[in-house]
């Protein structure tokens, strides 16, 4: 069982940074491979990045490819977004959560086991 709480949410103006940050309970956080999705009023649930068990090679969804970075420290069991050059269309809710497949990159909602309640992202133009 893995509990995930983000945090770092808040109110930017467009052009702006914010830093996520998913703390996770358990001792074998560092197993898991982890997500980071974000939901928009009216709008599904939508993949943003992902990064396996050991940091190596994130992959992102296009929309946000060159202004998000995804980080984790294990030893912190931590896992973090970094975004850059915010737009108001970055505004959303935003969640982790954990795969407990540690090498596998997935853009897919139900391909993870343990979700976050998320935070609210709103940028503002």
């Known amino acids: 069982q893995v509990q995930l709480v983000e945090s770092g949410g808040g109110l930017v103006q467009t052009g702006g940074s914010l830093r996520l940050s998913c703390a996770a309970s358990?001792?074998?956080?560092?197993?898991?491979?982890m997500g980071w999705f974000r939901q928009a009023p009216g709008k599904e649930r939508a993949f943003v990045g992902t990064?396996?068990?050991?940091?190596?090679?994130?992959y992102y969804a296009d929309s946000v490819k060159g202004r998000f970075t995804i980080s984790r420290d294990n030893a912190k069991n931590t896992v973090y977004l970094q975004m850059n050059n915010l737009k108001p269309e970055d505004t959303a809710v935003y969640y982790c959560?954990?795969?407990?497949?540690?090498?596998?990159?997935?853009?897919?909602?139900?391909?993870?086991?343990?979700w976050g309640q998320g935070t609210q992202v709103t940028v503002s133009s």
């Open positions: 358990g001792r074998t956080f560092s197993r898991y491979s």
């Open positions: 990064i396996t068990w050991s940091g190596g090679t994130p």
């Open positions: 959560a954990a795969d407990r497949l540690p090498l596998h990159l997935t853009v897919r909602v139900e391909d993870y086991d343990y």
